[in-house]
C-alpha cells in the first residue's frame, strides 16, 4: 500500500470532571467522550527518499517537528527503522485550539496511517500506547465512538453507542490557552461536579434527555468568567430550542444538543449570521459503526 486517505474525526465532551491535581503537574479527569461528524483529511503517500513532508492547507500551520501529525509519524518511522520516506498533506477543517481535538485526531490518524501502509502490525491497543506519547486525547481518537476518558484522559472504556441527536458547534472569535484554564482551575474548590457515573447509565440505557442534562463541565468555572461570549452561545443555543450546551474540552467551542433538526438549523442560521461566533457547524455524533474505513 503506497498511498492511503484518512478522516480525522472531532470530538466533543458530554461530561468533563477534574478530580484534582496530581504531583506530576497533571490534572486526573473524568470525561465521556463522543466523536462528531467533523473532520480533517489526510493523505499520505510513501517517497523513495526517506524523511517526512507534511504540507498543509493553512499557511500558519507550523509543518515540522512541532507539528503533531509530522510527531506521530516519526514516533513510528524511528521505533520501526522505516527507511522509506512517508508525504503527508493535511487538511484542516476542525478549527485550530477549539477544544475539538483536532491536532489530536490528526496525530491517531496518522499513527493508524503508518501503521497500515508500512504493514507494522500493532493491534489498536498497541497504537493507543503509543499515542500517549504524543498527547494525551491521541488514544481516545484512535478508539474514536463514545468512552468514558479517565486518568489524564488515557485509561478508555468503550461505551455503547450514545443516542443519536443533533449537534450544532460555534467557536467564538477568541482563542482560549489550555495551561491558562488549567492553571486557573481550582480543583479542590469546585462546588459542583458533573454527575459522570449518571450519565454513562442514561448512554447506556438509550435516553438523550437524561444524557443531555447531565451535561457538565467543569472547566467553564475559569473560562465563562473570563469569556462571556460562552455562555451567550450557550444562551443563544438553548433559546433556539437545544435540549443542552455547553463547552467542549478547555474551550472556547461551544456545542448544543438538539432533537429536532429545524430546531438546530435554525441555532446554525442563526450563530453562522451573527457575531457570537467565527466558525459554526451543523453536524451529528459519528459511531465506529457508521463507516469501519472511516479512519482505518
Same mark, same amino acid.
Given at each position: 500500500?503506497?498511498?492511503?486517505?484518512? +478522516? %480525522?474525526? %472531532? +470530538?466533543?465532551?458530554?461530561?468533563?470532571?477534574?478530580?484534582?491535581?496530581?504531583?506530576?503537574?497533571?490534572?486526573?479527569?473524568?470525561?465521556?467522550?463522543?466523536?462528531?461528524? *467533523?473532520?480533517?483529511?489526510?493523505?499520505?503517500?510513501?517517497?523513495?527518499?526517506?524523511?517526512?513532508? $507534511?504540507?498543509?492547507? *493553512?499557511?500558519?500551520?507550523?509543518?515540522?517537528?512541532?507539528?503533531?501529525?509530522?510527531?506521530?509519524?516519526?514516533?513510528?518511522?524511528?521505533?520501526?527503522?522505516?527507511?522509506?520516506? $512517508?508525504?503527508?498533506?493535511?487538511?484542516?477543517?476542525?478549527?485550530?485550539?477549539?477544544? #475539538?481535538?483536532?491536532?489530536?485526531?490528526?496525530?491517531?490518524?496518522? #499513527?493508524?496511517?503508518?501503521?497500515?501502509?508500512?504493514?507494522?502490525?500493532?493491534?489498536? /491497543?498497541?497504537?493507543?500506547?503509543?499515542?500517549?506519547?504524543?498527547?494525551?486525547?491521541?488514544?481516545?481518537?484512535?478508539?474514536?465512538?463514545?468512552?468514558?476518558? /479517565?486518568?489524564?484522559?488515557?485509561?478508555?472504556?468503550?461505551?455503547?453507542?450514545?443516542?443519536?441527536?443533533?449537534?450544532?458547534?460555534?467557536?467564538?472569535?477568541?482563542?482560549?490557552?489550555?495551561?491558562?484554564?488549567?492553571?486557573?482551575?481550582?480543583?479542590?474548590?469546585?462546588?459542583?461536579?458533573?454527575?459522570?457515573?449518571?450519565?454513562?447509565?442514561?448512554?447506556?440505557?438509550?435516553?438523550?434527555?437524561?444524557?443531555?442534562?447531565?451535561?457538565?463541565?467543569?472547566?467553564?468555572?475559569?473560562?465563562?468568567?473570563?469569556?462571556?461570549?460562552? /455562555?451567550?452561545?450557550?444562551?443563544?443555543?438553548?433559546?433556539?430550542?437545544?435540549?443542552?450546551?455547553?463547552?467542549?474540552?478547555?474551550?472556547?467551542?461551544?456545542?448544543? #444538543?438538539?432533537?429536532?433538526?429545524?430546531?438546530?438549523?435554525?441555532?446554525?442560521?442563526?450563530?453562522?449570521?451573527?457575531?457570537?461566533? +467565527?466558525?459554526?457547524?451543523?453536524?451529528?455524533?459519528?459511531?465506529?459503526?457508521?463507516?469501519?474505513?472511516?479512519? #482505518?
Amino acid at each position: 500500500m503506497n498511498e492511503l486517505k484518512l +478522516k %480525522a474525526m %472531532a +470530538k466533543i465532551n458530554l461530561g468533563l470532571d477534574v478530580l484534582r491535581k496530581r504531583e506530576d503537574g497533571y490534572h486526573d479527569l473524568r470525561m465521556v467522550m463522543q466523536s462528531i461528524y *467533523l473532520y480533517d483529511q489526510i493523505e499520505m503517500a510513501k517517497t523513495r527518499e526517506p524523511g517526512i513532508t $507534511v504540507t498543509t492547507n *493553512l499557511s500558519y500551520l507550523p509543518t515540522g517537528e512541532d507539528n503533531l501529525v509530522y510527531k506521530a509519524a516519526k514516533l513510528l518511522a524511528d521505533e520501526f527503522h522505516i527507511r522509506q520516506g $512517508v508525504r503527508i498533506h493535511l487538511k484542516k477543517y476542525i478549527p485550530v485550539a477549539a477544544g #475539538l481535538a483536532g491536532g489530536s485526531s490528526d496525530a491517531a490518524a496518522v #499513527l493508524v496511517g503508518m501503521n497500515r501502509m508500512f504493514q507494522l502490525g500493532l493491534s489498536q /491497543e498497541e497504537l493507543m500506547e503509543r499515542g500517549v506519547k504524543i498527547g494525551a486525547d491521541v488514544p481516545y481518537c484512535i478508539l474514536r465512538g463514545t468512552a468514558l476518558a /479517565e486518568g489524564i484522559g488515557e485509561v478508555l472504556t468503550r461505551l455503547p453507542d450514545a443516542p443519536d441527536l443533533h449537534v450544532v458547534l460555534a467557536k467564538p472569535p477568541i482563542h482560549v490557552s489550555t495551561a491558562f484554564v488549567y492553571g486557573n482551575l481550582k480543583a479542590d474548590q469546585l462546588e459542583r461536579h458533573p454527575d459522570i457515573d449518571a450519565q454513562v447509565q442514561a448512554i447506556r440505557g438509550g435516553d438523550p434527555y437524561e444524557m443531555a442534562s447531565l451535561m457538565g463541565n467543569v472547566l467553564e468555572t475559569v473560562t465563562i468568567p473570563a469569556y462571556p461570549v460562552i /455562555e451567550e452561545i450557550k444562551e443563544c443555543m438553548k433559546r433556539c430550542g437545544a435540549v443542552n450546551a455547553m463547552m467542549s474540552g478547555s474551550g472556547p467551542t461551544v456545542f448544543g #444538543l438538539f432533537d429536532d433538526e429545524k430546531k438546530a438549523q435554525a441555532a446554525y442560521d442563526e450563530l453562522n449570521g451573527g457575531s457570537l461566533a +467565527k466558525n459554526v457547524f451543523l453536524t451529528k455524533f459519528f459511531h465506529n459503526r457508521q463507516s469501519t474505513q472511516a479512519l #482505518l
